[in-house]
C-alpha cells in the first residue's frame, strides 16, 4: 500500500482481520476465499504466508487462487519445511526423553498444522495445480525467535541451543521454512 499498490487481504478468523486492520489501516475480508468477490483475474500478486498448512485440501486452494490471478501473476508462499534439519534434531532428542509426541506435525496443538510441507512436496503440488516455480528457497527460520521473545526463560534457552541447528540447516537446504 505504501508503493501506491490496490491492497486486499483475507482471513477466515475477525481476530487475524482486526490486528492487521489495527496494524495497516487495511480493510481485510473476513470469511472463505470464495465469498470474497474478488473476479477472475483479478490479482497481479498474491502472498501467502503460514496458510497452506493450515488447510485439509492446500491444492484446492491454489486452484482457487490460479482462477483469480492474471496471466504471469505471482503468488508468493511461505510454509514451515517438514523435512527441516531441526525437525530430526528434535526427534532425536524426544526419543532420548521417551516423549510421545511429533516434532513435526502436531494437529491438535497451536498453530494446528495439517499439512507438512518439503520441497519435493511443494514441487509436487506446484506442478498438480499448474503453477511454474520461478524461485524456491529454504531459510534457516531464525525468524521464529519472534514467537519466543515473550516467553519463559527456560523456552528461550532451549531455543537458544537449537539455533546452530537452525542455521546449519539453512546451509544444508534444510532449514524450517520454505
Keep these: 500500500a505504501k508503493r501506491g499498490w490496490q491492497v486486499y487481504g483475507q482471513d477466515i478468523t475477525d481476530a487475524s482481520a482486526e490486528e492487521i486492520r489495527t496494524k495497516t489501516g487495511l480493510d481485510i ?3 472463505e476465499l470464495e465469498n470474497a ?3 477472475e483475474e483479478f490479482f497481479d500478486v498474491i502472498y501467502l504466508d503460514s496458510v497452506i498448512e493450515h488447510l485439509p485440501q492446500p491444492a484446492n486452494m491454489l486452484q482457487d487462487l490460479k482462477q483469480i490471478l492474471k496471466p504471469g501473476g ?3 508462499i ?9 525437525n530430526r534434531f528434535r526427534d ?8 510421545k ?23 509436487a503440488m506446484c506442478r498438480q495445480t499448474g503453477f511454474e516455480i520461478r524461485h524456491l528457497t529454504v531459510c534457516s527460520g531464525t525468524n ?3 514467537k519466543f521473545k515473550n516467553k519463559s526463560a527456560r523456552l528461550r534457552l532451549i531455543h537458544l541451543l537449537y539455533y546452530p ?14
Design 29 to 31: 475480508f473476513v470469511g
Design 37 to 39: 468477490g474478488f473476479g
Design 74 to 76: 505471482l503468488i508468493y
Design 78 to 86: 511461505v510454509t514451515p519445511n517438514a523435512d527441516a534439519a531441526i
Design 92 to 99: 532425536l532428542i524426544f526419543k532420548l526423553f521417551n516423549r
Design 101 to 123: 509426541k511429533s516434532s513435526k506435525l502436531l494437529p491438535f496443538e497451536p498453530p494446528y498444522h495439517v499439512n507438512g510441507f518439503s520441497k519435493r512436496s511443494v514441487k
Design 144 to 146: 521464529e525467535w519472534r
Design 165 to 178: 541447528v537452525y542455521l546449519i540447516g539453512e546451509l544444508f537446504g534444510a532449514g524450517i521454512t520454505i
